[in-house]
């Protein structure tokens, strides 16, 4: 079965900080796929990153990293200097070949400034 | 392009009263899907199609009717609704299925009363 956890639900930080984003997945295939989706209050689904279970390398894009790590089943996303613009509601999926989407239930992420 | 368009954005119904929610994407996408998303619930696949003709159910297709007869359209179905069908609802296309990132329209924000 899949299953994808983000055990936070709601995080708070002021801008400039530092945040992480925990992506906790299940499942039995050898070949899936992880995804990053940002939900803005505006409420469109903005694909951020996809990610095949053969490719561990982090990746960096701008201010958004992301780590991948199948010893312990995780996808974190990692915000650097964090900015108002930023604040959104943060959905981790995992698929793999021929299944459906499983989103998580998302984390939602407030930056003050 | 357009990208995947849905109408309407927003609609009440009363209790027993039915509808469509129109989805329509101009990318050429085979595989079209519909979810609904509850407060903190994430994301959860009613219907999806894999290309004109075929269509499959998903995490939760009761009390909905899809049907895809071409492969820019796949209207959504509410027979009879209920207010636990109170939701927003998202279609979404992807041009080489679930391996892929989907690309999802605006939502349609539906209230059963």
Known sequence: AQKVTQA???????EKEDVTLDCVYETRD??????????????ELVFLIRRNSFDEQNEISGRYSWNFQKSTSSFNFTITASQVVDSAV???????????????????????? | ?????????????????SMTLQCAQD???????????????????IYYSVGAG??????????YNVS??????????????APSQTSVYFCASSG?????????????RLTVT
């Open chain 1, 8 to 14: 936070q639900t709601e995080i708070s930080v002021v």
């Open chain 1, 30 to 43: 050898t070949t899936y796929y992880l995804f990053w989706y940002k939900q803005p209050p505006s409420g």
């Open chain 1, 90 to 113: 943060y959905f981790c999926a995992l698929s793999a070949p021929g299944n459906q989407f499983y989103f998580g239930t998302g984390t939602s992420l407030t930056v003050i400034p």
């Open chain 2, 1 to 17: 392009n357009a990208g995947v368009t849905q109408t309407p954005k927003f609609r009440i119904l009363k209790i027993g009263q």
């Open chain 2, 27 to 45: 990318m050429n996408h085979n595989y079209m899907y519909w979810y609904r998303q509850d407060p903190g619930m994430g994301l959860k696949l």
């Open chain 2, 54 to 63: 075929i269509t499959d159910k998903g995490e939760v297709p009761n009390g």
């Open chain 2, 68 to 81: 895809r007869s071409t492969t820019e359209d796949f209207p959504l179905r509410l027979e009879l609704a």
């Open chain 2, 96 to 108: 080489w299925g679930s391996s892929y990132e989907q690309y999802f329209g605006p939502g349609t």
